[in-house]
C-alpha cells in the first residue's frame, strides 16, 4: 500500500483526495490543511457577507468529518506543513493550538495544493486592523460580526477584480456606502476598456463612488474610522477597507524543497502537473500553466481549472495516463444586474504580444437579445469577438449582459477549446424557442458577422472611431419615428434605411462614412446598398447605436 500526501485542503488538495479514494481504495492518504476548514466554497464568501447565502454552513461543501467517514481520508486541519525533505521523501509537520507539536510524515507520493494569498503591498498603514482581505472562511466571519454590530456605514473596496466587484455589490446591498478603489484604468481586467465601460456605467448607476486611476498612496488609522488617501490626493474616510489586488502563490514551501519556480512564484510543472521532482505534483493557484491560446506559460488562479488539475493528479497517481492542455481563463461575475464574462485572449493581451489590429486579428462587437424580441422580457446582449484575420483561429470573446450571458460565452469557450473557427460558429445547431434564444442565436450571429467581416461584405469600425477620425461622417439611417422618440446626433446625415436607394446620391463618394442603425443590423444592409453604388469609404459602427449610448452615456 503506498501512500500520497496531499498539502492543502481547499479546491484543488480536497479534489485530488477525493478522486483519489474512488481510483484507489487502498491508498494511505493524508490530507494537511493549515486552517481550521476544508472543502470551502471561496467563490461563494462575498455572497455570505451580503446575506445572499445566508447559512454560514452552506459553504463548507465537504465537512471534515464527512472526508474522514465518506472517503476514508486522514484528515489534519490546523496543521502546516513547513518543510518537504525530497531525498527522504518526508514532510514536516507544526500543528496549532494549545497542544503544539511538530512531527515528520513519510510520503510515496506528495500534492501540493497550497494556493495563494491576498497580496498586500507595501503602503503606509497597510497593517491596520481595519483593513481586510477576503480569502477564507475566518476572513468572512470577521467582516460579517463587523456588520452584525450595526456601527459600519462606509467602506472602501481597494480593488476591481472578481473579489472587489463582488464585495462592492454585497456591502452595498447590506446598506453600506461602498467606494470602489482601482490604480488601472477599469475594472475587470479580462475585459477590453469599451467593455469595461459598461461595467463602469452600471456600476456607478448603483451609487457606488467609484475611483479609477487612482491607486492607494497610503492608510492613515483614526480612533473611530481610516482614511484612505489616493495618488491624486483625494482623501477618502470610512469604517473599514477591504483589500482585493490580486493574489500570489503559496510557492514558498516548494521553493525552499529546491522545486522549480517561474518568476512569479508559480510552480513549475509538466503536463501530467509533475513538478521538476517525479515523486511530487502540484495543482491550482500555486502552479503554472500553460496558456490555451498562445501555447506559453502564465499564471491563473480560478476555480475551474483548480478542480480539474485536481482530478488530473489523481489520475496520475493511480496510474491512469491524464494530462492538462492549458487554461483559456473562462470567466464570469455577477455586476450588480449585469453579467460580465470573458474566455480566451482579449484585445489588450493580444496587442501587448505585439499583435496589430486589422493586420494580425480582427474584432467584432454585436448586440443581440437574450432571446427573441418579440417575447417578453428580452435584455440585450453585447457580445465581443476576437480572431485571426483568415478566422480559423478564435482569440477570445467577451460578453455583457442581464441574462443568458453564461451560456454563449460557454459555447464560445467550448469552440476555442475545440478549435472551431468563425466560421463554425455559424453551423452550431443550438436550441431554439422563443422564450430562450432566436432562431439565429447572438453565438450564429457573432460568426455570421465574422465571416462577412473576413470576406469583405462588412467594414466595422472601432468603437473610438468618431474620436479618432474627426473627419468620419455620421450617416444615421433610422427612421423618423425614432429620431422623434429617442437619440439623435447633432452633427451628421439621416437617410432613413427606407429611402437609401433614392437618396444614397446626396452622399459623397469621396468622404467616409460611418452608419448608425440600433444594434447594427439595418446599418449592415445599407452598407451593402452603398458599397454597391460605388462608395469605398463606409463603415458600421460596432452593435449600433445601443452600445454607442451605453459606452458614452447618452439618452
Same mark, same amino acid.
Given at each position: 500500500m503506498s501512500k500520497t500526501i496531499i498539502i492543502g485542503g481547499v479546491a484543488a488538495g480536497a479534489g485530488t483526495a477525493t478522486r483519489l479514494r474512488r481510483l484507489k481504495e487502498e491508498?494511505?492518504?493524508?490530507?494537511?490543511?493549515?486552517?481550521?476548514?476544508?472543502?470551502?466554497?471561496?467563490?461563494?464568501?462575498? /455572497?455570505?457577507?451580503?446575506?445572499?447565502?445566508?447559512?454560514?454552513?452552506?459553504?463548507?461543501?465537504?465537512?471534515?468529518?464527512?472526508?474522514?467517514?465518506?472517503?476514508?481520508?486522514?484528515?489534519?486541519?490546523?496543521?502546516?506543513?513547513?518543510?518537504?525533505?525530497?531525498?527522504?521523501?518526508?514532510?514536516?509537520?507544526?500543528?496549532?493550538?494549545?497542544?503544539?507539536?511538530?512531527?515528520?510524515?513519510?510520503?510515496?507520493n506528495l500534492v501540493i495544493a497550497t494556493g495563494s494569498s491576498p497580496i498586500r503591498p507595501r503602503i503606509e498603514g497597510i497593517d491596520s486592523e481595519k483593513i481586510m482581505t477576503l480569502w477564507t472562511v475566518p476572513d468572512t466571519d470577521k467582516i460579517v460580526n463587523i456588520l452584525k454590530m450595526k456601527k459600519a456605514k462606509k467602506v472602501a473596496v481597494v480593488g476591481g477584480g472578481f473579489i472587489g466587484i463582488e464585495m462592492t455589490e454585497n456591502l452595498k446591498n447590506v446598506g453600506l456606502e461602498v467606494s470602489l478603489i482601482e490604480a488601472a484604468d477599469q475594472v475587470m481586467a479580462p475585459m477590453d476598456i469599451e467593455m469595461a465601460q459598461l461595467l463602469h456605467k452600471?456600476?456607478?448607476?448603483?451609487?457606488?463612488?467609484?475611483?479609477?486611476?487612482?491607486?492607494?498612496?497610503?492608510?492613515?488609522?483614526?480612533?473611530?474610522?481610516?482614511?484612505?488617501?489616493?495618488?491624486?490626493?483625494?482623501?477618502?474616510?470610512?469604517?473599514?477597507?477591504?483589500?482585493?489586488?490580486?493574489?500570489?502563490?503559496?510557492s514558498q514551501l516548494?521553493?525552499?524543497?529546491?522545486?522549480?519556480?517561474?518568476?512569479?512564484?508559480?510552480?513549475?510543472?509538466?503536463?501530467?502537473?509533475?513538478?521538476?521532482?517525479?515523486?511530487?505534483?502540484?495543482?491550482?493557484?500555486?502552479?503554472?500553466?500553460?496558456?490555451?491560446?498562445?501555447?506559453?506559460?502564465?499564471?491563473?488562479?480560478?476555480?475551474?481549472?483548480?478542480?480539474?488539475?485536481?482530478?488530473?493528479?489523481?489520475?496520475?497517481?493511480?496510474?491512469?495516463?491524464?494530462? /492538462?492542455?492549458?487554461?483559456?481563463?473562462?470567466?464570469i461575475a455577477k455586476v450588480f444586474d449585469y453579467a460580465a464574462a470573458s474566455t480566451g485572449a482579449n484585445e489588450k493581451t493580444l496587442q501587448k504580444r505585439g499583435l496589430v489590429r486589422d493586420k494580425d486579428y480582427k474584432s467584432i462587437i454585436i448586440t443581440q437579445?437574450?432571446?427573441?424580441?418579440?417575447?417578453?422580457?428580452?435584455?440585450?446582449?453585447?457580445?465581443?469577438?476576437?480572431?485571426?484575420? %483568415?478566422?480559423n483561429k478564435i482569440f477570445g470573446a467577451q460578453i455583457i449582459g442581464n441574462e443568458m450571458v453564461d451560456k454563449r460565452i460557454d459555447t464560445i469557450a467550448t469552440a476555442i477549446r475545440f478549435n472551431a473557427s468563425v466560421f463554425d460558429l455559424t453551423e452550431l445547431e443550438l436550441s431554439y424557442a422563443p422564450p430562450f434564444s432566436s432562431a439565429k442565436d447572438p453565438v450564429n450571429m457573432a460568426g455570421y458577422v465574422a465571416e462577412n467581416v473576413i470576406?469583405?461584405?462588412? %467594414?466595422?469600425?472601432?468603437?473610438?472611431?468618431?474620436?479618432?477620425?474627426?473627419?468620419?461622417?455620421?450617416?444615421?439611417?433610422?427612421?423618423?419615428?425614432?429620431?422623434?422618440?429617442?437619440?439623435?446626433?447633432?452633427?451628421?446625415?439621416?437617410?432613413?434605411l427606407s429611402k437609401l436607394r433614392e437618396d444614397y446620391k446626396k452622399l459623397d463618394k469621396e468622404k467616409n462614412y460611418v452608419?448608425?442603425?440600433?444594434?447594427?443590423v439595418r446599418a449592415y444592409n445599407a452598407s451593402r446598398i452603398l458599397q454597391q453604388k460605388g462608395f469605398k469609404n463606409v463603415k458600421i459602427y460596432p452593435a449600433g447605436l445601443r452600445f454607442y449610448k451605453e459606452l458614452y452615456g447618452k439618452n
Amino acid at each position: 500500500m503506498s501512500k500520497t500526501i496531499i498539502i492543502g485542503g481547499v479546491a484543488a488538495g480536497a479534489g485530488t483526495a477525493t478522486r483519489l479514494r474512488r481510483l484507489k481504495e487502498e491508498e494511505d492518504i493524508i490530507l494537511f490543511e493549515r486552517g481550521e476548514y476544508i472543502s470551502y466554497a471561496n467563490c461563494g464568501l462575498p /455572497y455570505h457577507v451580503g446575506d445572499v447565502i445566508d447559512d454560514r454552513e452552506m459553504l463548507l461543501v465537504t465537512k471534515l468529518q464527512v472526508m474522514k467517514s465518506r472517503y476514508g481520508i486522514d484528515v489534519r486541519n490546523n496543521s502546516e506543513v513547513v518543510k518537504i525533505d525530497r531525498e527522504n521523501k518526508k514532510v514536516t509537520v507544526r500543528t496549532k493550538g494549545i497542544e503544539k507539536k511538530e512531527y515528520e510524515e513519510s510520503y510515496d507520493n506528495l500534492v501540493i495544493a497550497t494556493g495563494s494569498s491576498p497580496i498586500r503591498p507595501r503602503i503606509e498603514g497597510i497593517d491596520s486592523e481595519k483593513i481586510m482581505t477576503l480569502w477564507t472562511v475566518p476572513d468572512t466571519d470577521k467582516i460579517v460580526n463587523i456588520l452584525k454590530m450595526k456601527k459600519a456605514k462606509k467602506v472602501a473596496v481597494v480593488g476591481g477584480g472578481f473579489i472587489g466587484i463582488e464585495m462592492t455589490e454585497n456591502l452595498k446591498n447590506v446598506g453600506l456606502e461602498v467606494s470602489l478603489i482601482e490604480a488601472a484604468d477599469q475594472v475587470m481586467a479580462p475585459m477590453d476598456i469599451e467593455m469595461a465601460q459598461l461595467l463602469h456605467k452600471n456600476i456607478r448607476k448603483n451609487q457606488i463612488d467609484l475611483h479609477l486611476g487612482d491607486g492607494v498612496s497610503k492608510f492613515v488609522e483614526n480612533e473611530n474610522n481610516i482614511t484612505v488617501e489616493l495618488s491624486s490626493g483625494k482623501k477618502i474616510t470610512v469604517d473599514f477597507v477591504v483589500l482585493s489586488i490580486g493574489v500570489r502563490p503559496n510557492s514558498q514551501l516548494a521553493k525552499e524543497a529546491g522545486l522549480e519556480i517561474n518568476e512569479r512564484g508559480g510552480i513549475k510543472v509538466d503536463n501530467n502537473l509533475r513538478t521538476s521532482d517525479k515523486n511530487i505534483y502540484a495543482a491550482g493557484d500555486v502552479i503554472e500553466v500553460t496558456d490555451f491560446i498562445f501555447k506559453d506559460k502564465t499564471m491563473v488562479p480560478l476555480a475551474g481549472p483548480a478542480n480539474k488539475q485536481a482530478r488530473i493528479v489523481a489520475d496520475n497517481i493511480a496510474g491512469i495516463k491524464s494530462t /492538462y492542455k492549458g487554461t483559456q481563463g473562462s470567466s464570469i461575475a455577477k455586476v450588480f444586474d449585469y453579467a460580465a464574462a470573458s474566455t480566451g485572449a482579449n484585445e489588450k493581451t493580444l496587442q501587448k504580444r505585439g499583435l496589430v489590429r486589422d493586420k494580425d486579428y480582427k474584432s467584432i462587437i454585436i448586440t443581440q437579445n437574450s432571446h427573441a424580441a418579440y417575447y417578453p422580457g428580452a435584455k440585450p446582449l453585447f457580445l465581443k469577438l476576437i480572431f485571426s484575420m %483568415d478566422g480559423n483561429k478564435i482569440f477570445g470573446a467577451q460578453i455583457i449582459g442581464n441574462e443568458m450571458v453564461d451560456k454563449r460565452i460557454d459555447t464560445i469557450a467550448t469552440a476555442i477549446r475545440f478549435n472551431a473557427s468563425v466560421f463554425d460558429l455559424t453551423e452550431l445547431e443550438l436550441s431554439y424557442a422563443p422564450p430562450f434564444s432566436s432562431a439565429k442565436d447572438p453565438v450564429n450571429m457573432a460568426g455570421y458577422v465574422a465571416e462577412n467581416v473576413i470576406n469583405g461584405y462588412e %467594414d466595422i469600425c472601432e468603437w473610438d472611431e468618431l474620436e479618432k477620425n474627426p473627419e468620419a461622417v455620421i450617416l444615421d439611417i433610422r427612421e423618423k419615428k425614432e429620431l422623434e422618440k429617442g437619440f439623435r446626433f447633432e452633427e451628421g446625415i439621416n437617410i432613413p434605411l427606407s429611402k437609401l436607394r433614392e437618396d444614397y446620391k446626396k452622399l459623397d463618394k469621396e468622404k467616409n462614412y460611418v452608419v448608425f442603425c440600433g444594434i447594427g443590423v439595418r446599418a449592415y444592409n445599407a452598407s451593402r446598398i452603398l458599397q454597391q453604388k460605388g462608395f469605398k469609404n463606409v463603415k458600421i459602427y460596432p452593435a449600433g447605436l445601443r452600445f454607442y449610448k451605453e459606452l458614452y452615456g447618452k439618452n
